[in-house]
């Protein structure tokens, strides 16, 4: 009988402690994880695997990292779900910079969300986006 | 060359074609304007015909006689001000009542040139309209790059404030859940981390207050003649648990007593943030050498460490709001990002200068020079 695969996520975020909790929740969840704290250990990481999904956090380097990120791993697994969280969306409605339909599709992120989720919305929007 | 329009309004034949003659060849050049300013002019025999070209093709100027044969200038004025035109209106008149001059001035007229007038008046009330014309969108150019700028600033402040609040939650719900169990000693290190980023967003807020203070100008300043090497070796004592933490060595290279005029608050903020850092951004085992001379007129400041350095891309984003290198080796390093800015803005104040060399890896070298010669500050 065939076991069925852990599904790998990889979390990218510039916070540790936030990079910390999320990975142990995540886990709870039944999933393998993979962190990433700067967008050169992501690009790395996706350099050599693909996951089966990715949440990155938007405001690391730069104001646009995380659009940046989403955009270049997108560019090389369009089928990659990819959710992208902030801690800035309520201030600003969100949108920020992202305010035309172009930018959007640009940025290909499948899924915005606050930083302030409560895990059990997140788990149910990953299972969503991984179809399980 | 810019060229702005501009109407008349007049029911004299002989006003519209003198003003477009006078008008004819004629620019404005002010220092500020990268381009002289030129005009083309239209002219309308009536305020109805007036309120065709304003609806058709928009003007800048109009100038504009009150006393016509339909509706009056002062009626043109009013639409003009109902549908919020960026247009300057000069009244032309003959026979101006002190009635009529008050009317005009509260919808908005900019000034009264009486008739008849002379070319060279006529040119002279063009120009000081134009170069008004070229402040107000100067000005209100600035306020919105100034809103966007304060913006900017407001959406990274509460981005790095949110976050610490973000990661003290995110633990008190793991204790909640008691993710690890009921014994309390698996949750310390989070109880440390919580306090850690507790007290990283109250040093956060007290730089916000020094920034705030230094950009209104509003900080109380005491310039008085203070001793730099006492100052120096005040600041390595107060990092001392830092540096013995670190295993970190500081010298102080000072061989003769320098004095400066200064307010002591500002240079201890500026040697508290560069000693810091280097003690901060160093390897364990590491050294830190603090130096102080004199050469002619200028007073040198150095900071060296032997720590993890900076890639020359980073130096140049270095002195911004809200900067910090993000790596494997600074994450364990908690700043607010705004230390080095703040030196930045303070040295401004003395019209000194900063300089940083830096090779990863090695380490990095900030070298602050005072010129000591032009201290009246």
Known sequence: MLKKEKKTILIVDDDQDYLFQMKTNVKDMGFDVITAYTLKEAEDIVARTKPDLAILDLMMENQDTGFILCHKIKSKYPDLPIIIVSAVTAETGMLFDVTTDEERDWIKADLFLDKGIRMDQLHKEINKLLKI | ?377
């Open chain 2, 1 to 377: 060359m810019e060229t702005l329009n501009l109407l008349v309004v007049d029911d004299e034949p002989g006003i519209r074609s003198g003003v477009s003659r006078i008008l004819d060849n004629y620019s404005v050049s002010y220092p500020f304007m990268d381009d002289d300013i030129g005009f083309n002019v239209k002219t309308a025999e009536t305020g109805e015909e007036a309120l065709e070209i304003l609806k058709g093709e928009p003007m800048d100027i109009v100038l504009l006689d009150n006393k016509l044969p339909g509706i009056q200038g002062i009626d043109v004025l009013e639409y003009i001000n109902q549908q919020k035109m960026d247009v300057v209106v000069v009244m032309i008149t003959s026979y101006a009542s002190l009635d009529l001059a008050v009317k005009a001035t509260r919808q908005g007229a900019y000034d009264f040139v009486p008739k008849p007038f002379t070319p060279k008046e006529l040119r002279a009330s063009v120009e000081t309209i134009t170069k008004q014309r070229f402040l107000r969108r100067m000005t209100e150019k600035m306020n919105v790059e100034g809103r966007q700028v304060r913006f900017q600033f407001l959406s990274v402040l509460s981005h790095e404030l949110k976050s610490p609040l973000n990661a003290v939650e995110g633990y008190l719900r793991m204790m909640e859940e008691k993710k690890f169990g009921n014994d309390l000693d698996q949750y310390l290190d989070m109880v440390g981390r919580s306090l850690q980023r507790i007290q990283g967003m109250r040093n956060l807020i007290m730089d916000m207050l020094d920034v705030t203070r230094i950009e209104s100008g509003k900080k109380k300043r005491k310039i008085e003649q203070i001793r730099l090497c006492d100052i120096c070796q005040l600041s390595i004592d107060s990092f001392q648990p830092l540096s013995i933490q670190k295993d970190v060595d500081v010298y102080l290279n000072c061989s003769e007593k320098i004095d400066l005029y200064a307010d002591r608050q500002e240079i201890e903020i500026i040697l508290n943030n560069l000693i810091s850092n280097a003690i901060k951004y160093n390897k364990d085992g590491g050294r830190v050498d603090v130096s102080l001379r004199k050469e002619d007129q200028k007073i040198i400041l150095s900071v060296e460490d032997t720590g993890i350095g900076m890639e020359e891309e980073d130096i140049r984003m270095l002195f911004e709001d809200f900067v910090r290198i993000k790596s494997e080796h600074t994450k364990n390093i908690s700043g607010s990002g705004l230390g080095l800015s703040i030196v930045k803005k303070l040295l401004d104040l003395y019209n000194a200068s900063i300089d940083v060399e830096s090779k990863p890896g090695e380490g990095s070298c900030f070298t602050v020079v005072f010129n000591a010669g032009q201290q009246n500050n």
